[in-house]
Nanobody, 126 residues
Framework: QVQLVESGGGLVQAGGSLRLTCAAS????????MAWFRQAPGKEREFVAA?????????VYTDSVKGRFTISRDNAKNTVFLQMEGLKTEDTAVYYC??????????????????WGQGTQVTVST
């Protein structure tokens, strides 16, 4: 099992950048596929990005963030990042880190991931 803690959220103007961090506890971090989801008020939690286990050579993004967001991992530090650039007001949401020991190379549903962090708020203003 693994425990996840997100950080790096905040308030930014449209067009700005943020880097979200997910810190994971445990001794088997390398074996987990990792993902980011987000949930805006009144909306369902939606997939944002995912990265495969070990070297993280495979990634998946939802269409609305392609070319703007980048997911990466640092196994030596048990950490996953989401670099967010060119932020838009519609990116405003609580962002959650998730983990699972199965790599799913598609835009997965939240129920397909086993472990979750508490979330970090990202607010993009005009």
């Amino acid at each position: 099992q693994v425990q996840l803690v997100e950080s790096g959220g905040g308030l930014v103007q449209a067009g700005g950048s943020l880097r979200l961090t997910c810190a994971a506890s445990g001794r088997t971090f390398n074996r987990y596929a990792m993902a980011w989801f987000r949930q805006a008020p009144g909306k369902e939690r939606e997939f944002v990005a995912a990265i495969s286990w070990y070297s993280g050579e495979s990634t998946v993004y939802t269409d609305s963030v392609k070319g703007r967001f980048t997911i990466s991992r640092d196994n030596a530090k048990n950490t996953v990042f989401l670099q967010m650039e060119g932020l838009k007001t519609e990116d405003t949401a609580v962002y959650y880190c998730a983990a699972d020991m199965t790599w799913r190379p598609y835009r997965a549903a939240p129920t397909e991931y086993s472990y979750w962090g508490q979330g970090t708020q990202v607010t993009v203003s005009t």
